[in-house]
């Protein structure tokens, strides 16, 4: 699995599981010398890919380093600078998005109005906060629905670490049993929070849990004071992609060969919403 390290003052994952530098969080004093430091790390390792959050005010820099934007989100520090969803590729496989039409079809989706279909008419449901004695049930549902992920959740403990931290998990249960989970991954002080980890064991799919999750993660995050949600989804999960464009979310852009996920690299779409 791939291993997060503090660079420079900045937070970076690396490895050779997503073939790739994701730089998460950008804070540094030399912004030119980080970029210099992952490129090198990139052509050492021979990583296909360097992937970036940063703010709109540091694209300048990047700009000159040969980087691209995939994504941009108004508003994702503090409801006030853009967030850019960057990368540099250092291989043509990395560049070439394997299912093409995968980039046309959201920017046609993009073009329908936030919430079309809001109202599917499923059945609302029971959401409660996991809790690190569910570590155990909740690793299990992952290995079992996802053969590969970006992130280790497969593993009780680095759930237990991750819910000590920054992250809140959630779920719904059926009949004394975790059905569904998602998680919110808060960033009190950028004011935004990541809808991901979402996981629906395969009995109860079509029941709309994951709009329930979604919505009481929504509704969570803002008493927190979040001004902005998002997400990054498989390109291929169209039932995923549904869900957050009908609970408002808009397209943002297509990260290209980024992830890890289910069993290979794929490409991922992000969407976001301002609470």
């Given at each position: 699995m791939d291993i997060i390290e503090n660079m420079m003052g900045s937070v970076v994952q690396r490895g050779p599981h997503n073939d790739r530098i994701y730089l998460m969080r950008l804070q540094t004093d030399d912004t030119q010398a980080l970029i210099a430091a992952l490129d090198d790390m990139?052509?050492?390792?021979?990583?296909?890919?360097?992937?970036?959050?940063?703010?709109?005010?540091?694209?300048?820099?990047?700009?000159?380093?040969?980087?691209v934007k995939e994504a941009v989100i108004p508003g994702f520090f503090t409801g006030k600078i853009d967030g850019f969803f960057i990368a540099?590729?250092?291989?043509l496989a990395k560049q070439i998005t394997h299912k093409p039409e995968s980039a046309s079809r959201f920017v046609l989706l993009s073009k329908k109005k936030p919430g079309d279909g809001l109202h599917?008419?499923?059945v609302k449901r029971d959401v409660a906060s996991c809790k690190p004695s569910d570590a155990g049930e909740m690793s299990a549902i992952y290995r079992q629905i996802f053969s590969s992920y970006p992130f280790p959740i497969q593993q009780?403990?680095?759930?237990?670490?991750?819910?000590?931290?920054t992250t809140r998990y959630y779920c719904i249960r059926m009949k004394g049993r975790i059905a569904a989970i998602a998680a919110a991954e808060i960033d009190s002080v950028s004011q935004n929070a990541e809808m991901t980890d979402f996981a629906t064991l395969p009995k109860w799919r079509g029941m709309g849990l994951a709009g329930s999750l979604l919505n009481h993660m929504e509704m969570a995050a803002r008493k927190r004071g979040i001004q902005t949600a998002f997400t990054i989804a498989r390109a291929q999960s169209a039932g995923m992609n549904s869900v957050f464009r009908k609970s408002g979310y808009s397209y943002?852009?297509?990260?290209?060969?980024?992830?890890?996920?289910?069993?290979s690299i794929q490409s991922m779409v992000v969407w976001y919403k301002h609470l």
């Open positions: 990139a052509i050492t390792n021979g990583y296909g890919k360097i992937f970036a959050k940063i703010p709109a005010t540091a694209w300048h820099t990047f700009k000159n380093a040969d980087y540099k590729h250092f291989t599917t008419g499923k009780p403990d680095y759930i237990q670490r991750m819910m000590k931290e943002a852009g297509l990260l290209k060969n980024n992830t890890q996920i289910c069993g």
